[in-house]
């Protein structure tokens, strides 16, 4: 065969497998695009600040944002808990500044028990959420498997399986504290310096300091900070219970936030001054 022809067909056939591809990836059948994922703050108090898609905003509760590349940066004496379209909740301490660099979800699967189950989570996942200052608690549903979701700050870096955690972090040092769950962590992302955490262990990164390099210690979780980490997680699994996200089953299919409302109002009932004891 001459050359020419035989590079000619070569290029040919190329082109025909790449135009084919294209034309096979724009006609997916329906049902195979993911949706983007959401976040939803059942609390904002104080001033902090939301950035998404290059605007700010200012944090209100029962709004709703697309997850991915969205920053939240609390200012002083403000706090914010919000939840993710997957189930997980998140406080956002005073002085912390968290950002999602990669959140995906996968499809929400008609008739399935995990899409109408707050305990469950509706379906796989994979997050990367990057904590420059500050703290945060987090507090997860059952992850599907296969889910990803790891927090890293600039010293360390944790992966979550399911629990109810803290991670604390300044240029000194990350702490991070396991109340229950499954969970590692590792100094940056060196998986040969990695550690599996116990419910009650404290793991402390320490920033490279005189000479020596990163290092990490593991302890028990000081008797005395137990109060105020179960305070800030249990803030973030009350979060939870605020919104429950369901999705259309259109091709580009679209996950929406519900607030919950309880069974039973609570009734405001009003006394009259002259009916309370010792009126006059």
Request: charged share 20%; proline share 6%.
């Given at each position: 065969?001459?050359?020419?022809?035989?590079?000619?067909?070569?290029?040919?056939?190329?082109?025909?497998?790449?135009?084919?591809?294209?034309?096979?990836?724009?006609?997916?059948?329906?049902?195979?695009?993911?949706?983007?994922?959401?976040?939803?703050?059942?609390?904002?108090?104080?001033?902090?600040?939301?950035?998404?898609?290059?605007?700010?905003?200012?944090?209100?509760?029962?709004?709703?944002?697309?997850?991915?590349?969205?920053?939240?940066?609390?200012?002083?004496?403000?706090?914010?808990?919000?939840?993710?379209?997957?189930?997980?909740?998140?406080?956002?301490?005073?002085?912390?500044?968290?950002?999602?660099?990669?959140?995906?979800?996968?499809?929400?699967?008609?008739?399935?028990?995990?899409?109408?189950?707050?305990?469950?989570?509706?379906?796989?996942?994979?997050?990367?959420?990057?904590?420059?200052?500050?703290?945060?608690?987090?507090?997860?549903?059952?992850?599907?498997?296969?889910?990803?979701?790891?927090?890293?700050?600039?010293?360390?870096?944790?992966?979550?399986?399911?629990?109810?955690?803290?991670?604390?972090?300044?240029?000194?040092?990350?702490?991070?504290?396991?109340?229950?769950?499954?969970?590692?962590?590792?100094?940056?992302?060196?998986?040969?310096?990695?550690?599996?955490?116990?419910?009650?262990d404290r793991a402390i990164i320490h920033a490279a300091k005189d000479g020596q390099p990163v290092s990490m210690t593991i302890?028990?979780?000081?008797?005395?900070?137990?109060?105020?980490?179960?305070?800030?997680?249990?803030?973030?699994?009350?979060?939870?219970?605020?919104?429950?996200?369901?999705?259309?089953?259109?091709?580009?299919?679209e996950i929406t936030p519900n607030p919950t409302v309880p069974a039973q109002l609570p009734k405001n009932i009003t006394v009259?001054?002259?009916?309370?004891?010792?009126?006059?």
């Amino acid at each position: 065969m001459n050359s020419k022809l035989s590079t000619s067909f070569v290029t040919a056939l190329l082109i025909a497998v790449l135009v084919g591809s294209v034309n096979g990836q724009q006609n997916l059948p329906p049902g195979n695009k993911a949706p983007t994922s959401k976040i939803y703050f059942s609390e904002a108090q104080g001033e902090s600040a939301i950035i998404s898609h290059g605007v700010t905003y200012t944090a209100q509760q029962a709004k709703s944002f697309e997850a991915p590349g969205t920053v939240i940066e609390t200012k002083e004496k403000a706090r914010d808990a919000f939840v993710y379209s997957n189930g997980t909740g998140i406080v956002v301490e005073q002085n912390t500044r968290l950002q999602v660099d990669h959140f995906t979800q996968e499809r929400f699967q008609s008739n399935s028990p995990t899409r109408t189950n707050p305990e469950i989570e509706p379906s796989v996942s994979h997050s990367d959420v990057r904590v420059t200052q500050g703290a945060i608690g987090i507090c997860t549903n059952q992850l599907a498997a296969g889910t990803t979701m790891v927090y890293s700050t600039s010293l360390a870096e944790v992966r979550i399986r399911h629990g109810r955690l803290s991670i604390d972090t300044s240029t000194d040092e990350t702490i991070v504290d396991l109340l229950e769950g499954d969970v590692t962590v590792s100094i940056g992302a060196l998986p040969k310096q990695a550690q599996v955490l116990q419910p009650g262990d404290r793991a402390i990164i320490h920033a490279a300091k005189d000479g020596q390099p990163v290092s990490m210690t593991i302890s028990q979780t000081p008797k005395e900070s137990l109060q105020a980490l179960d305070e800030r997680t249990t803030i973030a699994c009350n979060a939870k219970k605020t919104v429950f996200f369901d999705a259309n089953d259109a091709a580009d299919q679209e996950i929406t936030p519900n607030p919950t409302v309880p069974a039973q109002l609570p009734k405001n009932i009003t006394v009259s001054p002259d009916r309370l004891p010792g009126t006059p």
